[in-house]
C-alpha cells in the first residue's frame, strides 16, 4: 500500500474528536453498553411514575395486608384467553395468627392495558386517572405482593425510584462543583491554601463515612418539612463525597500546569479562569467523568443506608431505603420476603453504574 | 526508621484535633441546646421533667458558658476517658462500652485478615489465569461482591440462613453465652458466630483487593525481569512468589487505610441489621434521641480508631518496604 495515503476509515479516526473516539471504543465494550442502556431507561422512566405505577403511592388495601405476589394467568379452561388474575379470599390462620389467603377461581378479574385508575396529579399540573396497566374493577393486582399497610410494592419501588436515582445526580452535583472549586483552587495556587485544603480533606477522609453521614443526618432538626429533608440528606451526601474527586483534580492540575501548552498560555496574557477554563479542564475532563459515574453509586447506597436505619429520608417521601426499613427484622424477612425486592433495585442500579463507569474508564484512557 | 514514626505520631496530633473541632461542629448543629429537646420531649411525653437530670446535664457540659469553654470542656473530659452519661443505663458510657468497642475492633481486624486471606489466592490465580473462564467467573463475583451494599447482603443472609436452616444468624453469642463471664468456651462461641458478619463486612474489602492485587501483579509480570527469570530455568511458582508477589504485595498493608473507614462504616450498619453488641447500635441510638453529646463521643472513638489504624498500616509499610522510609512521608 502506497504509505502517505490513508484510507477513508482511519481519516474518519485521526479526524474524529476526542469525545467521539471514546464513544467509538466505549461502544465495543457490551457489558457497558448495556448497563449504559439500563441506565438511560430507568432514568427516562422518572417523569412518568405514576403513569406506569398500577396504584397511587399512599392508597392501602386492607383487605390485602401482607399479600404475597400474585400471578398472573394466560389459559383459563386450556384456553388462552389474555392476562388475568383470579380473586382471592382471607382467612386469619388460628394457630400461627398469621393472614392466609386463597384463590377463589370463580372469580376472574382481566388485567388491562392503559386502564383508568386512581386519579393523580401529573407533573403537578394536570389531573389523570390513566395507568399503564390495571387490573377490572373488584379485582387485585399486586405483582410484587404488599406491604404492612396493605400497599402495593411494585407501585411504590416505581415511585421509590425516582427518589432514590435522584438523589445520586443532585449529590454528586454538590460534590462535583465542591471538588471543581477546592481541587482547583488547592491544586492551581498550591501554597498556603493548598495545605489548608489538603488538611481538610485529610480530616473529612479519616472518619468513616457511614457514622460521619448518620451523625450529620440525625443533626437535621426532627421536624423538619420532608421535602428539606430530602435537600439536606443530598447535601450531606455530596458534602463528605467530594474529598476524592477534589483530590483527583488537584493531582491532575498538578501535572497539566508544568506541560508546555500551559506555560504558553500564560505568557501569552491568560487570566488563571482562561487557562483553567480553557487549557486545563478539558485536559481531565473524562477522567472527572469517570470519577463522577463511580461516586453516583455510593450515594445512592449511602441514601439507602440512612433511610435503612430511620436517619434519612422519611415519609411521605419514599426511597427504597425507606421501603427496606420496613424488612428491618427477621421476623418480617422470613414472613414476607417480598418485602427484600428494593433489594434487587437497588444492586441492579449500583452494579449498572460500576459497569459503565468502568466502560468508560477504559474508553476515556487514550492509551488503552 | 525512628525518625518516620515520630514524624507520623507528630502529624496524628493536629489531625485528630481537627477531627474532634469537627466532631464538635456537628454536636452544635441540631437547633437549640441539647437540653432544650430534652425538656420540651420529656414534657411531651407526660414526664415530669426531671430537675436534677438536667442540672447535672448543664454542668457536665458547660451548656450556660461560651463555646470554646464548652469545646474544652468535651475535649478534655474524652481525653480523661469520660464518655459521656448514659441515661439508659444509668452509668457512665466509658463504663460499658469498653466491651462494645473491643467487639468492634474484633470484627475489623477480623474483617480484614478475611480480606487478606480471601484475596490473595484468588488475585494471584486471576492475574496468573488471565482471561480464562475461571478469572472472568471471579471478577464477575467480585464486581457483585462491590455493588451489594453490605447491609443487604447482612438481610438477604440472614433470610437464606432462616429458610436453609431454620435459625437465626444475628448476635455473636449463644443466649447462653450472653451474660457468662469471659472464658475458653465463649471465645469459641464468639468465634462461631463471628463469621456471618466478618463475611458481610469483609465481601466487598475483598473484591476490591482482588481487583487491585490482580491489576499488580498483570503490571508485574509484563516486566522484563520476569521473563528473564522465566528463561533462564527458574520454576513458576518460585518465580512467582519470590520476586513480583512481593511487590505486587504492598497494596495490601498501604490499603488498610482506605478499607479501615470503610470496615467500620460496614461494622457500623452491619451490626444494627444483625444487632451484634458493637458500638454501631448504641450509635444509632444516641443518634436518634438526638443526644448530640454521646454521637459524637462515638464518632470522635470511630474516627480515631481510624487514625490509628492507618498510622499502623503507614508503620507496616514503612518497614516492608525502603523507599518510603528513605523519602520521610513526604510522598504521602
Known amino acids: 500500500m502506497d504509505e502517505g495515503a490513508l484510507t477513508s476509515e482511519q481519516q474518519r479516526y485521526y479526524a474524529a474528536s476526542q469525545r467521539q473516539l471514546i464513544w467509538w471504543r466505549l461502544r465495543k465494550h457490551r457489558l457497558a453498553m448495556a448497563s449504559f442502556w439500563f441506565l438511560v431507561i430507568l432514568y427516562s422512566l422518572i417523569p412518568f411514575v405514576e403513569f406506569l405505577s398500577p396504584y397511587a403511592l399512599r392508597s392501602r388495601h386492607p383487605d390485602y395486608v401482607y399479600f404475597p405476589p400474585q400471578r ?174 477534589a483530590r483527583s483534580v488537584r493531582g491532575k492540575l498538578l501535572a497539566v500546569r508544568e506541560e508546555d501548552f500551559v506555560t504558553g498560555a500564560v505568557l501569552a496574557g491568560g487570566s488563571p479562569a482562561y487557562v483553567i477554563r480553557k487549557h486545563l479542564l478539558p485536559a ?60 434487587v433495585m437497588v444492586v441492579s442500579t449500583i452494579l449498572a453504574f460500576n459497569f459503565f463507569g468502568d466502560g468508560l474508564r477504559d474508553a476515556a484512557d487514550p492509551y488503552a | 526508621m525512628l525518625r518516620y514514626v515520630v514524624y507520623r505520631l507528630l502529624l496524628m496530633v493536629p489531625t485528630l484535633l481537627l477531627v474532634s473541632l469537627v466532631t464538635f461542629v456537628i454536636i452544635q448543629l441540631p437547633p437549640g441546646s441539647y437540653l432544650d429537646t430534652l425538656v ?61 468497642l473491643a467487639l468492634t475492633v474484633v470484627i475489623s481486624v477480623a474483617a480484614i485478615l478475611f480480606t487478606w486471606i480471601v484475596a490473595l489466592p484468588i488475585g494471584v490465580y486471576s492475574a496468573t489465569h488471565k482471561y480464562s473462564w475461571a478469572d472472568h467467573g471471579l471478577t464477575f463475583l467480585a464486581f457483585l461482591g462491590l455493588a451489594t451494599p453490605d447491609f443487604l447482603l447482612a438481610l438477604v443472609l440472614m433470610f437464606v440462613s432462616f429458610i436453609w436452616f431454620g435459625l437465626s444468624v444475628g448476635g455473636l453469642f449463644s443466649p447462653e453465652m450472653q451474660t457468662a463471664p469471659w472464658s475458653w468456651a465463649k471465645v469459641l462461641d464468639l468465634l462461631r458466630h463471628l463469621w456471618v458478619p466478618v463475611l458481610v463486612i469483609g465481601a466487598s474489602g475483598t473484591a476490591s483487593m482482588i481487583r487491585r492485587l490482580r491489576a499488580n501483579l498483570l503490571d508485574e509480570l509484563k516486566k522484563p525481569y520476569v521473563v528473564t527469570a522465566r528463561a533462564k530455568g527458574l520454576p513458576p ?53 438526638q443526644d448530640m453529646y454521646l454521637a459524637g463521643s462515638f464518632l470522635m472513638l470511630l474516627a480515631t480508631l481510624t487514625v490509628v489504624g492507618v498510622l499502623v498500616s503507614d508503620l507496616a509499610l514503612a518497614a516492608l518496604d525502603p523507599r518510603i522510609r528513605q523519602g520521610g512521608g513526604r510522598n504521602r
Not at chain 1, 394467568?73 to 386450556?78: S, V
Not at chain 1, 450529620?216 to 451526601?237: C, H, N
Not at chain 1, 453509586?297 to 443506608?305: K, N, S
Not at chain 2, 487505610?257 to 450509635?283: A, D, E
Open chain 1, 72 to 245: 398472573v394467568y394466560f389459559f383459563h379452561q386450556g384456553e388462552f384467553t389474555g392476562p388475568f388474575v383470579y380473586g382471592h379470599t382471607m382467612t386469619i390462620n388460628l394457630e400461627s395468627l398469621q393472614r392466609e389467603y386463597q384463590e377463589d377461581r370463580s372469580r376472574r378479574y382481566r388485567v388491562r392495558f392503559l386502564v383508568r385508575g386512581e386519579p393523580y396529579w401529573m407533573w403537578g399540573a394536570f389531573r389523570s386517572d390513566l395507568h399503564l396497566f390495571g387490573v377490572e374493577e373488584g379485582g387485585s393486582l399486586f405483582l410484587l405482593g404488599t406491604d404492612r399497610l396493605g400497599r402495593d410494592m411494585l407501585s411504590r419501588i416505581i415511585h421509590g425510584a425516582r427518589i432514590s436515582l435522584t438523589v445520586g445526580l443532585f449529590g454528586i452535583t454538590v460534590s462535583f462543583v465542591l471538588a471543581l472549586v477546592l481541587g482547583g483552587l488547592s491544586g492551581y495556587h498550591g501554597g498556603m491554601l493548598d495545605i489548608v485544603i489538603q488538611r481538610l480533606i485529610e480530616v473529612i477522609r479519616s472518619f468513616p463515612e457511614l457514622p460521619l453521614w448518620m451523625a450529620l443526618s440525625a443533626a437535621l432538626p426532627p421536624r423538619l418539612d420532608p421535602l428539606l429533608v430530602y435537600v439536606g440528606i443530598t447535601v450531606i451526601l455530596g458534602a463528605i463525597e467530594w474529598t476524592g474527586l
Open chain 1, 284 to 343: 481531565f475532563t473524562s477522567h472527572l467523568i469517570v470519577s463522577a459515574t463511580l461516586s453516583i453509586p455510593r450515594m445512592i447506597l449511602g441514601e439507602t443506608a440512612l433511610s435503612f436505619l430511620g436517619l434519612g429520608l422519611r415519609p411521605p417521601i419514599t426511597s427504597w431505603g425507606v421501603l427496606l426499613s420496613e424488612a428491618q427484622n427477621i421476623n418480617a424477612v422470613a414472613l414476607y420476603p417480598w418485602l427484600l425486592f428494593p433489594v
Open chain 2, 40 to 100: 420540651s420531649e420529656l414534657r411531651a411525653s407526660g414526664e415530669t421533667t426531671d430537675l436534677q437530670k438536667i442540672e447535672f446535664l448543664r454542668k457536665q457540659y458547660g451548656l450556660d458558658q461560651p463555646l470554646w469553654v464548652q469545646y474544652w470542656r468535651w475535649v478534655s473530659g474524652l481525653l480523661r476517658g469520660d464518655l459521656g452519661y448514659s441515661f439508659e443505663y444509668d452509668r457512665p458510657v466509658s463504663a460499658i462500652i469498653g466491651e462494645h
Open chain 2, 237 to 289: 511458582i518460585r518465580l512467582l512468589f519470590k520476586y513480583p508477589l512481593r511487590i505486587a504485595f504492598n497494596p495490601f498493608i498501604s490499603d488498610i487505610g482506605n478499607l479501615l473507614p470503610h470496615v467500620i462504616s460496614g461494622s457500623v450498619i452491619v451490626s444494627i441489621v444483625l444487632s451484634l453488641p458493637t458500638t454501631g447500635p448504641m450509635l444509632l441510638r444516641a443518634l436518634r434521641t
